[in-house]
């Protein structure tokens, strides 16, 4: 490893400006008294109070958390299985099957969004339902599934064959066999895709915004139906909030994994 | 765990979620409001063609900013320890997790008139305007997407096997050539991968040319423009631009490893 120069340094460390530049203007602006986005006008805490006092705010919150954990939930054992049953295909149907299950994330999104729309207006017709809660969870379960498989199937891949023959052999049956010796070989990806899949539910603003229908809110759509007014204090202030819990976490397992890593070291 | 039937769900689940809702966008471009078989709309999609070359114009130059700003980044980050490169790594998708439009926001209180840099400007005697052209569209593009291209590069560079560096070395290559033939050949698939990961969403997404670009519309925004008001000409747009995205991966593809695409 050669050592890293002063030039090199500096270069990283603009390009870190230039990336925390925004968010550094989120967390000014949420201690900042003034409600406005110009003026700095002394230091507070009380839009960390109020906060949890906006019911509109808090209740977009629960649905963006709500629909995060059952798209991820859904969409971790939906993929899954596909990933499992696609380990079996081979040539041709394999490929089709894997080029359509990329479709989502390599279509522009406001392109699968739009679609999605149609497609919800025109059953909604049919069958009389009407967009929101349901359709978004539909949505994001259709654009997270193709990551947990992306992520799950090169565990499969990867995988000793005979320990499932082994578990056969010893006398568990399929479903057996796959929960006590399987899944735990497959468990870093399916954890992975899980993770994945919330965080892009999470963070989804287009497609929700396309299939949430005139009463259904997430928070990314909240933040959106904000940005026409001045800025909104409260809402820097939640996402501050959101920030510094979602890069302890990230730390905290970057650090478990370097530490897992130095033991199998020595 | 030998039954194809596993994968039964899911493709069910395709063809419901991906492939009917595309069928619904070819069929609504050739029809008008009533149900009959038109072509005007894309007649109108034509009248729109000013607006996609835009949007191609600025995902091409972003594209190119984006791969000339993280080239040398992934390749110093490839060069240190492990431990370090996964914790900067990590520090480049931080803000990722941050909402897109929030962060779109910060962009346009930093560059305002009389913002934090229009005011440190100011001091230095430089008065420009930061804010509403195309140079902020682009900045805020290659912002967006700059994390998308440094990490299909390290993923390949950091692969990079070190004793084939050594070997050019001790056969007497200089550095220039160590980098132009065993380095650079060896990361075109990182290339390919990032350039079809910034392109794609930097030519489709709205709200930035609307925000930074003060009120220009790339093509998403025409599309969002007809998602209420008149579905049939928003499906003939939204077809053309799925047409263009595919011919672009199509021929990106042609220059590296397929596989390393949208993973």
């Known amino acids: 490893m050669r050592k890293i120069h002063l030039p090199q340094k500096l270069y990283m460390l603009l390009i870190f400006i230039f990336l925390y530049a925004p968010i550094a203007v989120f967390v000014v602006l949420s201690f900042n008294d003034a409600n406005s986005a110009t003026n700095l006008d002394g230091f507070t805490f009380r839009w960390y109070k109020e906060v949890f006092d906006d019911r509109m705010l808090m209740q977009s919150l629960r649905n963006s958390l709500v629909i995060a954990f059952l798209s991820a939930l859904f969409s971790t054992i939906l993929g899954t299985t596909a990933s499992i049953g696609m380990y079996n295909f081979r040539g041709a149907p394999r490929k089709i099957f894997q080029t359509i299950s990329n479709i989502p994330i390599i279509n522009p999104e406001i392109v699968t969004g739009f679609a999605l729309m149609l497609f919800f207006t025109f059953f909604g017709r049919l069958c009389g339902f009407e967009m929101g809660f349901m359709t978004v969870l539909l949505a994001h379960i259709g654009f997270c599934t193709p990551y947990v498989i992306l992520s799950v199937s090169p565990k499969i891949r990867q995988m000793d064959k005979h320990i499932y023959e082994a578990a056969l052999d010893l006398g568990c049956n399929q479903l057996q066999a796959f929960f006590k010796v399987v899944f735990y070989e497959l468990l870093p990806g399916i954890v992975s895709g899980f993770l994945i899949s919330f965080t892009y539910s999470l963070d989804d603003f287009v497609i929700s915004y396309f299939t949430c229908g005139p009463d259904f809110q997430t928070m990314p759509i909240v933040i959106y139906n904000s940005l026409r007014r001045p800025v909104y204090p409260k809402i820097s202030a939640l996402s501050t909030m959101l920030f510094v819990v979602i890069i302890t976490v990230l730390l905290l397992t970057n650090l478990r994994d370097i530490r897992a890593s130095k033991k199998e070291q020595k | ?263």
Not at chain 2, 8 to 31: G, K
Not at chain 2, 75 to 92: A, C, D, G, V, W
Not at chain 2, 107 to 118: A, K, S, Y
Not at chain 2, 168 to 176: C, H, I, P, R, V
């Open chain 2, 1 to 263: 765990m030998r039954s194809k039937k596993l994968a039964l769900p899911y493709a069910v689940w395709m063809a419901a979620f991906t492939l009917v809702p595309l069928i619904l966008i070819i069929t609504n471009s050739f029809q008008d409001s009533s149900g009959h078989f038109t072509f005007d709309n894309l007649y109108k999609a034509w009248e729109y063609r000013e607006v996609f070359l835009y949007s191609l114009e600025i995902a091409l130059v972003s594209t190119l900013i984006c791969l000339l700003l993280a080239y040398p980044m992934s390749y110093m980050i490839s060069r240190m320890s492990e431990k370090t490169q996964s914790i900067i790594i990590m520090l480049i998708t931080v803000p990722m997790w941050m909402n897109f439009l929030l962060r779109l926001l910060g962009w346009v209180i930093l560059l305002q008139n009389n913002g934090p840099i229009d005011t440190l400007l100011n001091l230095i005697g430089i008065d420009v305007q930061l804010k509403d052209n195309d140079g902020a569209v682009v900045l805020g593009m290659v912002y967006e997407y700059l994390p998308f291209m440094i990490m299909p590069l390290h993923t390949v560079m950091s692969k990079i096997d070190k004793s084939l560096i050594e070997a050019a070395q001790d056969l007497g290559s200089n550095g220039f050539n160590v980098f132009r033939k065993v380095v650079f050949p060896l990361s075109v698939p990182g290339i390919v991968s990032g350039i079809t990961m910034v392109f794609v969403p930097s030519a489709s997404t709205f709200l930035v040319a609307q925000y930074l670009g003060g009120n220009k519309k790339m093509i998403g925004d025409i599309i969002e423009q007809y998602f209420k008001s008149d579905q049939n000409t928003g499906s003939a747009i939204a077809l053309c631009l799925m047409v263009v995205i595919l011919l672009f991966i199509i021929i990106t593809n042609q220059f590296g490893d397929e596989e390393a695409v949208g993973v």
